[in-house]
């Protein structure tokens, strides 16, 4: 079966750097584009960035371009997101996806929360 | 940036009712939408896509319907694990986007 599992959120002072990671099993990962997702407390939705099945393409919120980046290890079947210049409005739970059979979200991680504080 | 509004943002409703939620974007995403329903703590699970694809597993108490910017998610009899939140999220541009989100709660 599909699973996600997700780890390096904690808490972080405003400006410094935290990477999150995926790690998927149950599926070919390598044949898969990927997603963060992340949701504020209280807030609705956001795709942060998506990267593409291979690793040649990327594409990131307005929100977070030029901050975040999404990458993969296909030979590890691992999602990262390197996250800097954190802000408080970056606090969320982060979740891993991959999509289904079409253009959604289809398989969810378990999340990680991730705290911008001073 | 497409944008997705979702109507009522909450409502209340018993256990056996007919709810409908509707989605509309601001311009035309054809077929690409779909449909999730979160619960508190946990992450969102997929129901319905391309706007009346229902995912294998889930109840046949729901349904989706619609095109180019107007879209509906029914429950068709209300249940007591219905209560959340329900998200519909459009997949026609680069950019992903969600709804607001419309909470159901019980009456």
């Known amino acids: 079966q599909v699973q996600l599992v997700e780890s390096g959120g904690g808490v972080v002072q405003p400006g410094r750097s935290l990477r999150l990671s995926c790690a998927a099993s149950g599926f070919t990962f390598r044949n898969y584009d990927m997603h963060w997702v992340r949701q504020a407390p209280g807030k609705g939705l956001e795709r942060v960035a998506i990267?593409?099945?291979?690793?040649?393409?990327?594409y990131s919120a307005d929100s977070v371009k030029g901050r975040f980046t999404i990458s993969r290890d296909n030979s590890k079947n691992t999602l990262y997101l390197q996250m800097n210049s954190l802000r408080d409005e970056d606090t969320a739970v982060y979740y891993c996806v991959r999509p289904g059979s079409g253009r959604n979200f289809d398989y969810w991680g378990q999340g990680t929360l991730v705290t911008v504080s001073s | 940036d497409i944008q997705m509004t979702q109507s009522p943002s909450s409502l209340s409703a018993s256990v056996g009712d007919r709810v409908t939620i509707t989605c509309r974007a601001s311009?035309?995403?054809?077929?690409?939408l779909n449909w999730y329903q979160q619960k508190p703590g946990k992450a969102p699970n997929l129901l319905i896509y391309?706007?009346?694809t229902l995912k294998s597993g889930v109840p046949s108490r729901f349904s989706g319907s619609g095109s180019g910017t107007d879209f509906t998610l029914t429950i068709s009899s209300l249940q007591p694990e219905d209560f959340a939140t329900y998200y519909c999220?459009?997949?026609?541009?680069?950019?992903?986007?969600f709804g607001q989100g419309t909470k159901v709660e019980i009456k």
């Open positions: 999220q459009q997949s026609h541009s680069r950019l992903w986007t």
């Open positions: 990267i593409s099945y291979g690793g040649n393409n990327n």
């Open positions: 391309t706007a009346s």
């Open positions: 311009q035309s995403i054809t077929n690409f």
